[in-house]
């Protein structure tokens, strides 16, 4: 469908020809081409994300979405992270070495020699570790950026196909968050987490078995010693730490949905003077968010000075041993320094692996979360062999449709009506009767519970949804205005389309003289949502919309807005000339609107109650005459 008015948050296609056209500078002059190209040179390259966006297609792999599958096209340069972390490792362990060579040759047998071989080696060792650090880094950020760009490209994909009904079981900033918090959490555990895990896993491996091979019974007693209190506090930590970053981040999304909502009810906050008390409301929920991050900064004192006072403890109570082997000539002194700065290395990764655990524990849960979101089916879904729906004339059928949001809940029940093609229809009947819902059904915004839905014939859940949706408009009751030139506003579904077609669309529904009118013409920015422009305008901007995308059938939900009678006349106008030759239903709140249809259905409790022409329902006597009483007892008494 051309959703001419609503939805959405997709950004304009700014490179229409109508754009470059009225841009005097467009495109590149020849003289300045060598230094344009000299500057693309040294722009990053963004390789092209896989993701192609398909109704048909769901997200591959969106429900077994994990880091493997994610880094996964990217492997020859894990392989060379994984060869950087190695080398790190395993050049971080060089250094004791190198101090038992340099004490028992060096100092203790006087070898000048010696001692300047090791100075020098241990300066190697350095160098080589630093780069290997620096190429690691610098390979890792890589994979991690390109990762994280293929999610989110990803991600917005699922969110552009995903149905209406995803949209209203789910609140905006929660969305929010798995674009910005989730995939940052999980940016962090490839960048650095995943790394850290790797060289300090590997280096306690390798320094295990360093310990073992100097000395059995030295290395049997620090495990003794140490491992039990350490695995103790380890598993304590790990614990807390898991419920206190599981707070902050309950947290730190309540903050963020508070925001948004704030953000997005701005008018009526301050309509209706709530500022104080959604100030005071926001410190609570920020004051959580102090107290989570308190509670995490407590567990982190406890344990990091415990584990590291357990390991000088540690160190010196094996010190004490070891200078007994030292006198009794079973240890060298270099032996024995050697191996205390190896114990100094064998805690250093056990305590920076719980820490980092915390991070894996977090990029796990977005992971989770991000799945969730990729997995998610879309509740209209493109069959595998639908085909593309031909030029349509425009005649629709309900045939015993029923439908519900929620299960077990009709809201629409056995309807049905044939609307021939070029037929105005009307929807009236109290509020919440189910006037719009036919009409989202109409836009397959929805499928039908039970029944069926024909458009010339044929079911709209065998036709291509891109071609049912070009051929169709939809004018919300609040049009959608996106932030960006009038022109692009207008020309929103029809992109291409030349500045004289967005002139000839504003004249339709008698806009152009306004538009004249502003100094910037067609290129005046438009604020968000549309804000800095009237309701009235941004109705007529809707209709300019639909009038531009040529829809063969109109679905429009009539503004309650009170707009002023010169408005609200331009409006008509402009429906008569849009209406003209079109299937349209129109969702009418006022009768006065509905009785310019050819005919109206009387909609209550998700049926329909009566059908027939404006006339024919006034004498009929039935719902629709009672309406008609009472709106023009009441029309009567405004006059
Ligand atoms: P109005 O004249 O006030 O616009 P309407 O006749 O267009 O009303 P609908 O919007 O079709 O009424 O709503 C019909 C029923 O469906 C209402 O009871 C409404 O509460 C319910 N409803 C509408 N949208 C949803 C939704 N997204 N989830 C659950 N229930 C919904």
Redesign the pocket.
Known sequence: MTVTGGGGGAAFNGGGRATASAHPFAGVPPEMRASVEELLKTEPDHAEPDVVFEHSRPDPDGARLNLRRLVRPYWPMALLAGVFVGAEALMLQAGPKLTQIGIDDGVMGKDNGALALVAGLYLVSLVVTGLAQAARVKVTGRIAASVMNDLRVRVFTQLQRLSLNFY?GEKTGVIMTRMTGDIENLQALLQEGLVQLAVQGLTIVIVTVILFTYDVQLALITIVLVVPVLTVLSLWFRRASGKGYLRVRDTVADVVADLSESLQGVRIVTAHNRQRRNTEHHRQVTGRYYDANVRTGRINSIYTPSTQVLGVAGQLALLAIGAGMVADGDLTIGELVAFLLYLGTFFQPIQQLVQMYNTYQQGQSSIVKLRELLSARPGVEEQPGAVDLPKIEGEIVFDDVTFG??PDRP?IAGVSLHIPAGETVAFV?P???????LAKLVSRFYDPTAGRILIDGRDLREVGIESLRRQLGVVPQEPFLFAGPLRDNIRFAAPDVSDDEVREALRAVGLVDVVERLPAGLDTVVQERGQSLSSGERQLVALARAFLAQPRVLVLDEATSNLDLQSEAKIEAALDVLLEGRTAIL?A?RLSTAMKADRIVV?DEGRIVEVGAHDQLVTAGGRYSEMYATWTSQTAGVH
């Open positions: 209203t949001y929620l809201v009947g509020t919440g009767a189910g006037k719009s819902t969702i709140h909609v």
